[in-house]
């Protein structure tokens, strides 16, 4: 019986061929869509799953607040680490992140800028299985000067050779031995690098201030042990060591601080719950966010249901045609039973043949859907066990559901009714199939002005108005190589008619610098404020078109402004200042010195500029006068880039012979915060 539901099943598919057509490539788009976006939720929801302890890693973050100036990050002091391990017996195993920007890699006359870089203790290995495949895994990363490279990173600079032992000259002054080779980490992980670069290489990572927070540190608890005990050990901590800190450095105690709803305190965070639930300050990389996967999710089951009610509908606009098939075969003895199974065979076979065409959309569509999801999502049919599971599922699925509709309704035709030329009628009348219509368009005009929205979002950002001028600003990156040589390099540039203004800095209001910690007004120590402070030059304000709407810029006639201080209206107005121009802002230089204090004068205050994503509020921020010199943004005026680039690579290259030019564009670095959004 079977052999003859196929047959006359694939008869009517061959006797019908644009309508077979029609479906079959309208459940094979439908399920390629489908697939991909599962594919998407499946990579969302794996991300950190293959850490061997998930459960018992978390990481620290710091939760600050003076003055109603919230500073929550996944950032702590570099001897926090340390004190875990020797004070709280739940703690096993302590990790230290250090993020420094990029770094330049030489090896021969070969010269890379490499971003994936991080400093990091021994002991990351262990704690996140990370695998070491040459070198010693227990000594690996604990002296100055020592890098571990994964394969990607090894094969790029050594080929096939063995790199354990040989040496890479970094920022082009300091030699690093290679003592590691791991392998490559998981592209669904919350942080991904090539390069570790010992701890020990870093001056920072043995400071003891505890008001200095700019390491991410991750702990690795016993299995036995209650995350919330050793929170409540952290407030031990900020009694301990913070308190006597911020007496020394604010002339008040931290209970006075916390009475006037103040706040200094450290909880844990689940590593499992990093990717997809975590937005905060200095995080390592950039996360997700689970509504996304929500969001993905409806839209993948809007597009399937949308693809069966195309196949529904289609079958019953053909009613007619089959209305005497089903006449015929009742008269010969059919049952309404065999006909369901006759229709749901057709089904089935429809699906099928959509699934294999739909395997090889998949194929064809999944590098653009990469390139549009930023992943790297692979697509294989057989040893990804949720993809198979997830295929054999809407092939079952789609075969009843697209099935079921048509096979019930056109097996309930009755011979005299195909006779009396009723059947049609009755068919169109059905209010299932005007309901059916209904949804599928409904759905569709809801997807489109939610895409609608979106672009009008977009269109929103990118002509709102955002404090400074982020078009024609080419960025000279990893401008610190040039070393003294900076100011005139910057000087020769300024010779091009091209180029209209240049400065030097390391903070832009774009992805860039990150410089958070304590200042306050002198005076009004209970005013004390952590906000962003950011050094730049005396071309600053005036290159990024910012507008100074009290006071003035800084200027190379007033030898005051090195203890000078721009702040913004936020700043001016957390702090509650009518009149800031000439108030004394103080902040700490060096804690432990008794926490030596150094004043600057407010010069001006500049209007308020977007230096985050505008999903959040402008934050308080105080610019001073000083020499940071990371990259230089060049304010330009041509329609031949590629040319100017040119000219720049040439002068670059007389500086520092052989070493890349690396640029980029304000912009392009502005629009890359809303990546999400376009996606």
Same mark, same amino acid.
């Given at each position: 019986?079977?052999?003859? =539901? ?365 390139? $549009? ?140 610098? =990150? ?120 304010? $330009? ?43």
């Amino acid at each position: 019986m079977l052999k003859n =539901y196929l047959k006359i099943a694939l008869r009517n598919l061959l006797n019908h061929k644009i309508y077979s057509i029609i479906n079959i490539a309208g459940l094979a788009i439908g399920m390629a869509c489908t697939i991909l976006l599962a594919l998407y939720v499946q990579n969302e929801l794996s991300y950190d799953n293959y850490f061997k302890r998930l459960d018992s890693i978390y990481r620290v973050v710091g939760n600050f607040k003076l003055s109603g100036n919230e500073l929550k990050g996944v950032v702590s002091p570099a001897i926090f680490a340390q004190t875990c391990l020797e004070e709280i017996p739940e703690v096993e195993k302590t990790v230290r992140f250090r993020r420094n920007g990029d770094i330049t890699i030489k090896k021969d006359k070969n010269i890379f800028t490499e971003n994936d870089n991080c400093f990091v203790d021994n002991s990351v290995f262990d704690m996140f299985n990370i695998k070491v495949l040459a070198g010693n895994p227990l000594t690996v990363l604990l002296q100055p000067n020592e890098i571990a490279l994964s394969e990607k990173g090894a094969k790029k600079y050594f080929g096939s050779e063995n790199p354990v032992g040989k040496t890479l000259l970094l920022n082009n002054n300091t030699e690093y031995i290679v003592t590691a080779v791991f392998k490559n980490i998981p592209s669904n992980t919350h942080f991904y690098f090539d390069y570790f670069l010992s701890m020990p290489s870093l001056t920072e990572s043995k400071s003891t201030i505890w008001l200095a927070n700019n390491f991410q540190t991750y702990l690795l608890l016993k299995e036995s042990a209650d995350p919330q005990n050793v929170e409540k050990k952290f407030i031990e901590f900020v009694d301990k060591y913070i308190g006597p800190e911020i007496e020394r450095v604010m002339g008040r105690t931290l209970a006075e601080i916390k009475g006037q709803e103040g706040n200094a305190a450290y909880i844990l965070q689940p590593v499992k719950d990093i990717h997809l639930h975590s937005d905060l300050i200095a995080e390592l990389g950039t996360n997700s966010d689970i509504k996304y996967v929500y969001i993905f999710s409806i839209i993948a089951l809007f597009i399937l249901i949308i693809a069966c009610v195309n196949y529904m509908n289609i079958s019953t606009a053909r009613s007619a045609t089959r209305a005497k098939e089903v006449g015929i075969r009742k008269v010969l003895g059919s049952d309404k039973k065999s006909l369901v199974k006759q229709f749901l065979t057709e089904s089935f076979i429809t699906t099928f043949f959509s699934l294999l065409i739909s395997i090889g959309l998949i194929k064809i569509l999944s590098p653009y859907f990469n390139n $549009i999801t930023g992943k790297e999502i692979p697509i294989s049919f057989f040893s990804n066990t949720f993809l198979l599971f997830s295929m054999l599922a809407i092939l079952f699925v789609i075969g009843i559901l697209a099935g079921s509709y048509p096979s019930f309704i056109l097996s309930k035709y009755q011979p005299i009714h195909v006779l009396k030329g009723k059947a049609k009628s009755s068919v169109k009348s059905g209010m299932l199939r005007s309901a059916l219509v209904i949804f599928q368009f409904t759905t569709s005009i809801i997807l489109i002005v939610s895409t609608t929205v979106v672009m009008t979002q977009l269109k929103y950002i990118q002509n709102k108005k955002i404090g400074f001028d982020r078009n024609n600003i080419l960025i000279a990156n990893n401008a610190y190589l040039l070393g003294d040589q900076i100011e005139t390099f910057k000087n020769e540039m300024l010779k091009f008619g091209e180029v209209k203004k240049a400065t030097i800095s390391n903070f832009l209001p774009v992805p860039s610098g =990150y410089n958070n910690s304590l200042i306050y007004m002198k005076g009004k120590n209970e005013e004390g404020i952590s906000m962003q402070q950011w050094s730049v030059d005396y071309d600053y304000i005036e290159t990024l078109n910012m507008k100074i709407i009290e006071g003035r810029n800084f200027s190379r006639e007033f030898g005051s402004d090195k203890n000078a201080v721009i702040i913004n209206q936020a700043c001016a107005k957390q702090f509650a200042i009518a009149n800031p121009i000439g108030q004394v802002m103080t902040k700490p230089t060096n804690i432990q010195r008794n926490g030596e204090l150094r004043d600057y004068i407010i010069i001006g205050v500049v209007e308020d500029f977007n230096y985050e994503s505008l999903r959040n509020t402008i934050a308080p921020i105080a610019i001073f006068l000083g020499n940071e010199p990371g990259m230089i943004s060049f304010k $330009i005026r041509t329609s031949d880039i590629s040319g100017l680039i040119a000219k720049f690579n040439s002068v670059w290259d007389k500086f520092l012979p052989g070493q890349p030019f690396q640029y980029s564009f304000m912009d392009e670095r502005f629009n890359n915060i809303y990546f999400a959004e376009k996606r």
